[in-house]
């Protein structure tokens, strides 16, 4: 069956360290792979989607970045958080074949 | 881009009591899906539904396409339902899924 996992669950990190949230797909090859964060409020805001290894599209200029270096894995990352950046960090997937999408269990992010 | 709105904001309702949800849209789209956020932050994918109407025991779901709406009914509640309900929609391909605001449903016992 097909799974996502993210990790880790919960992260608290000082102003001015780097991030690093992995998230991983198992039983589907070649997915569409997504990053959502929901700030404070309620509404999901799309940072990064890949549509294949290497292929990043951005949506929102800020301090973030997303790789994608194998089929399957997905990373965000920061070279140095600021406040702002706290939020709740969801990873998603789809196939080609079927548009739905399937999320993560998140990981909420504190900046201190 | 695509706009999506959702209402009401919140609700609250005593359990055992019916709801419908709302989620208008600003373009023809190709997928539309409602998920439910849960206390833990989850979000759980309720139904697929660009068009037509679904059924999952006390939860239905119908997509009107041509007028741009879809509605999400909520028989007999009850508190598990709480939590945030939202909307997203988008084309088809490669165009990612854009979030309404969501309603914030409590449900009392």
């Known amino acids: 069956s097909q799974t996502i996992h993210q990790w880790p669950a919960t992260l608290v990190q000082p102003v001015g360290s780097p991030l690093s949230l992995e998230c991983t797909v198992e039983?589907?090859?070649?997915?569409?792979l997504y990053w959502y964060r929901q700030a404070a409020g309620r509404g999901l805001q799309l940072l990064f989607y890949s549509v294949g290894i290497g292929q990043i599209s951005s949506e929102v200029p800020q301090n973030l970045s997303a790789s994608r270096p194998q089929d399957r894995q997905f990373i965000l990352s920061s070279k140095k958080l600021l406040l702002s950046d706290s939020g709740f960090y969801l990873c998603?997937?789809?196939?080609?074949?079927?548009?739905?999408?399937?999320f993560g269990s998140g990981t909420r992010l504190t900046v201190v | 881009g695509i706009q999506v709105e959702q209402s009401p904001p919140d609700l609250i309702l005593q359990e055992g009591a019916n709801s419908t949800l709302r989620c208008n849209f600003s373009?023809?789209?190709?997928?539309l899906q409602w998920f439910h956020q849960n206390p833990w932050g989850q979000l759980i994918n309720l139904f697929y539904i660009p068009s037509g109407t679904k059924q999952n025991g006390r939860l239905s779901a119908t997509t009107v396409a041509t007028e741009r709406y879809s509605l999400l009914y909520i028989s007999s509640s009850q508190t598990t339902d709480s939590g945030v309900y939202f909307c997203?929609?988008?084309?088809?391909?490669?165009?990612?899924?854009?979030f309404g605001k969501g309603t914030r449903l409590s449900v009392i016992a």
């Open positions: 373009d023809s789209v190709n997928n």
């Open positions: 997203a929609v988008g084309y088809s391909g490669n165009t990612p899924l854009v």
């Open positions: 998603a997937w789809r196939t080609s074949s079927f548009y739905g999408y399937t």
């Open positions: 039983g589907t090859s070649n997915p569409n």
